[in-house]
């Protein structure tokens, strides 16, 4: 009880909560920036690899003696993959040389570990060099210091190459900065709001890192305390962003592009991306995925045998026709490889308010663009009318299908579907308003809504206020609703023009046609 007592006196009263041992790399102003091109990418989950040279230099004396033994810095290795192989950074050790320089082995300031640091520095990899000590600063004793932010180059003591001081360091190699960044007093930078609204451009520029002031979860603050660019104890993960800023830095950046190489042992999963549903079962290869493996599968795949070089699938039934995929979960990382089970499938929205446009009484022509998944190189299109109102025009497999279509008609019908190795998918109807006049920058005149609908649909003039259900339009002359075969099921021509009640119709596609003193006017309509 009196260690409970006392561990809690620990966490509540004695923050900042960070190591005795800090961080030696320069506060500088220039870190730099990740270009706007690649800070509005979606980050990839499953990005390209980058594999990094390691070249380790350990200091010893004069005499050659002393330095961290040369059976350790495989182990180094294996610690930087554990923390970066999750975001497809890997690392390779490319060999050592011993600097035999009593006077380096023990650095007395960072002036000091900039001049080692140009020692033998190789110009195709990072540059670790290893020494017994480092200098002290007010917060504590330095454990290990990049020279720059970014840099190819970093020193750290020998007994610090196994913890996360390691990662942290190679991370102010690869453009991060410590979560703090400008908001702990004293540090470089403009302070990050506690409410994250200009975490882009101030704190550590990272927006998935809290606002951090060193102080922990106090002065209204709640840091992200297992973050390595932190201070605190137990350190143990990057962000997704600060990953991708790695990432960014190492493909993008001149002088750390020197450091990829082609050498490291990258795991990966191979086999077929398409399985047709009725497979008796499809084998996909691990390789440089060790002895350590687990595999997992999306519900609808079977595992038929399994070991740690490969895995044999097959879909859980027939039916299966959808996206399904295969994981490889290793110690450091997880593979996952995606596979499209079946037929394709055409995209479809119900909630899409398809429509085009009709200039005037003039013809009219118009692409539709329908996407697909589970396609491969055999994917080929086909279409066919419904109505016989406009023409089809397939381009390329991709399925550009251009709309020719004549005046007064209020909407269109077509079928499409798509092929892949495992046969075509089912048609896919579709069902198209034409809206007169928007070319000629009539536009909609109103808004229906919810669509789709359950009962009563509501009509409105598109310039009103939505959500002020008084002002409804008052020129409406008639209201008819057709099927999509043309057959007209309700009209209305007196009483509330403002409502349409569809509760005893059938689910399916309807058009409602509006006519007012100046024009007619066609929306799509689904009843659920």
Not at 121 to 145: F, K, Q
Not at 270 to 289: F, K, Q, R, W
Not at 399 to 405: G, N
Request: hydrophobic fraction near 35%; charge should be negative.
């Amino acid at each position: 009880m009196k260690l409970k007592k006392l561990l809690l006196f620990i966490i509540c009263c004695n923050w900042p909560l960070f190591s005795q041992e800090t961080c030696g790399t320069p506060d500088s102003k220039t870190v730099e920036k990740v270009s706007e091109t690649f800070s509005q990418r979606v980050i990839d989950e499953s990005p390209f690899p980058i594999c990094v040279n390691v070249y380790f230099h350990i200091l010893r004396t004069n005499a050659g003696t002393g330095g961290i033994s040369v059976n350790q810095l495989d182990n180094i290795i294996n610690n930087l993959n554990r923390r970066f192989n999750t975001h497809s950074i890997h690392f390779v050790n490319t060999g050592y040389d011993f600097i035999n320089s009593t006077a380096y082995q023990n650095i007395d300031n960072s002036g000091e570990a900039s001049s080692l640091s140009q020692t033998n520095a190789v110009s195709n990899a990072l540059n670790y060099y290893i020494v017994e000590t480092l200098w002290n600063e007010p917060e504590g004793t330095v454990a290990g210091t990049s020279i720059n932010i970014p840099s190819t180059r970093l020193v750290i003591r020998r007994d610090a190459v196994l913890s996360e001081t390691s990662s942290h360091e190679v991370g102010h190699c690869f453009n991060l900065k410590h979560t703090f960044q400008g908001t702990k007093s004293g540090t470089n930078g403009c302070a990050e709001a506690i409410n994250g609204s200009n975490c882009s451009s101030c704190g550590d520029s990272v927006c998935d890192t809290p606002a951090d002031a060193d102080v922990g979860p106090s002065q209204g603050y709640n840091p992200d305390m297992l973050n390595i660019m932190s201070y605190y104890f137990l350190r143990n993960h990057f962000t997704p962003e600060q990953a991708f800023r790695m990432r960014v830095a190492l493909n993008t950046n001149p002088t750390l592009s020197s450091l990829k190489g082609t050498s490291c042992s990258i795991p990966k999963i191979t086999g077929a991306s398409l399985m047709c549903s009725d497979s008796g079962g499809i084998t996909y290869t691990l390789e440089n995925g060790g002895i350590y493996v687990s595999w997992q599968t999306s519900p609808n795949l079977t595992i038929v045998s399994s070991n740690n070089t490969s895995i044999t699938v097959k879909p859980l039934d027939t039916s299966v026709n959808e996206a399904a995929y295969i994981k490889a979960v290793l110690p450091y990382q997880t593979l996952t490889t995606n596979i499209w089970v079946g037929v394709p499938r055409v995209d479809y929205q119900p909630n899409d308010n398809l429509s085009m446009c009709r200039a005037g009484d003039t013809v009219g022509n118009n692409v539709f663009t329908p996407t697909i998944q589970g396609g491969d190189q055999t994917t080929v299109w086909e279409a066919q009318s419904i109505t016989n109102n406009h023409y089809l025009l397939l381009q390329g497999n991709e399925a550009w299908i251009s709309l020719m279509f004549e005046a007064p008609f209020n909407y269109l019908a077509f079928q499409i579907r798509a092929s892949n190795s495992c046969g075509f998918s089912p048609w896919l109807q579709y069902y198209i308003a034409i809206i007169p006049n928007c070319n000629d920058g009539g536009g909609s005149s109103f808004l229906l809504y919810p669509n789709p609908v359950s009962s009563t649909i509501t009509i409105q003039n598109s310039s009103d206020n939505l959500y002020s259900l008084d002002k409804f339009s008052d020129n409406i002359l008639e209201i008819n609703l057709y099927d999509q075969n043309g057959i007209l099921k309700i009209q209305k021509k007196s009483g509330n023009l403002s409502e349409l009640d569809m509760s005893d119709i059938k689910k399916g596609h309807y058009f409602i046609q509006i006519v007012t003193k100046a024009n007619k006017e066609t929306h799509q309509i689904i009843k659920n």
